[in-house]
């Protein structure tokens, strides 16, 4: 368990930074898909499976703003637009797996209470 010396060695403002790029309820869904394959925007939806159409975009916009994922369009037509983590976003794997294990602590905690 981190000691409050621990956090205190943190700059708010990285934790700041970080948390700006994360916030988001679907931007962690989003990146845990995309990190086993580039995936296009109707693939990336029905994986996803309850989230809008208008949300998905702003998400990805946002994450795309980033530098997190990136955004390849191929002039066909339609046109086929596919998306995929940039290398800078691949940082972001071990930071969500760390989550996700937080999330099974967490859960098994609130199954104890």
């Keep these: 368990m981190p000691s409050p010396t621990k956090l205190?060695?943190?700059?708010?403002?990285?934790?700041?930074?970080a948390t700006a790029v994360l916030h988001g309820r679907w931007k962690t869904t989003i990146l845990f898909?995309?990190?086993a394959e580039p995936?296009?925007?109707g693939a990336l939806r029905r994986?996803?499976?309850?989230i809008s159409e208008k949300v998905l975009i702003q998400q990805l916009r946002e994450l795309e703003r980033d530098r997190v994922v990136s955004r390849h369009v191929e002039a066909t037509v339609p046109p086929r637009v596919e998306y995929a983590l940039t290398p800078h976003g691949?940082?972001?794997c071990?930071?969500?797996e760390s989550m996700a294990g937080w999330g099974r602590k967490h859960r098994r905690h609130l199954e104890r209470a």
């Design 8 to 17: 205190a060695r943190i700059d708010l403002a990285d934790l700041q930074a």
């Design 33 to 35: 898909y995309l990190a």
């Design 39 to 41: 995936l296009r925007f």
């Design 47 to 50: 994986a996803i499976g309850t």
């Design 90 to 92: 691949r940082t972001l």
């Design 94 to 96: 071990d930071v969500v």
